[in-house]
């Protein structure tokens, strides 16, 4: 088991924790990730290494509390242990030949496109990072990717931040403005992977998108994270998580990923049910 050294909100229903886990910090790379149990009872999920220090040993990730088993996780405080932790899964991202690169991060994919500026950053590219979110109250780790980026943009969609708009309206408009990335690294909702892939294919810019859909094994095993990649069945696990988002099925990936919300709040309100009648004298 892995002990949580740290805990901390960063917004509505979003959480960092720092684990105790040398053994993955010493070999996790951006674009990995970890599947991991809060309890015993839980299920797997599978979460993308935010950070890592290497020399302390820790392992940094990021959540969104929307299910029961990410409910569970919430649940634990500093100083508890979750139950099982496997990883690093998947491949590791590959930054060869980039040198002016744009990282866009929608939402909580902001907590998996930090890791990928920080490595090209580290790697010596001009990185500009552009981070959308719904509103201003949702904003995450805007000091975090400026450190990491050689400009930040950060839009909303109602500008409660100051600055309205999606991330595909600033990318045209750094584009427009003579920007010449070599590459285009796009994160977040699927919906805003594929406007940002149609985008990015209008001006020929190769575009890296990283997928993150319904998991299980994280092995290739079960299949559950399958999606279509230039018409042929690629397995988000074991043959990404990046893939070329010129090539990716969208459209099929927002209905699989659809498939068991229904479900999937059932057992939320259930979990949540359970521990109101617990308290219950």
Known sequence: MNRIVKKEKLAENITRIVLDAPLIAQKAQAGQFVILRPTEASERIPLTVADTERDAGLLTLIFQTVGRSTAELE?????????????????????????????????????????????????????????????????????????????????????SNGKKGLVTDALRERIEAGAKYDTV???????????????????????????????????????????????K??????????FDGHQVD???????NNMYRAEEKEAFDRYHTC???KNVD
């Open 75 to 159: 649940a634990l405080g500093e100083g508890d242990f979750v139950q099982n932790l496997a990883g690093p899964l998947g491949r590791a991202s590959e930054f060869e030949g980039m040198k002016k690169v744009a990282v866009i991060g929608g939402g909580l994919g902001c907590a998996i496109a930090f890791p990928q500026a920080k490595a090209l950053h580290e790697r010596g590219a001009e990185v500009d990072m552009i981070a959308g979110f719904r509103n201003s109250s949702l904003i995450i780790l805007e000091k975090e990717m400026k450190e990491v980026s050689t400009s930040l943009t950060v839009v909303t969609d109602d500008g």
């Open 185 to 231: 690294i796009a994160i977040g909702p699927p919906v805003m992977m594929k406007f940002v892939s149609l985008l990015t294919k209008e001006y020929g810019i190769r575009t890296v998108v990283s997928m993150n859909p319904i998991m299980i094994d994280g092995t290739g095993m079960c299949g559950g994270c399958r999606l279509t990649v230039g018409g």
């Open 233 to 242: 069945v690629k397995f988000a696990c074991v043959d990404g998580p990046d």
């Open 250 to 256: 969208f459209d099929e990936l927002i209905r699989r």
């Open 275 to 277: 521990n109101l009648y």
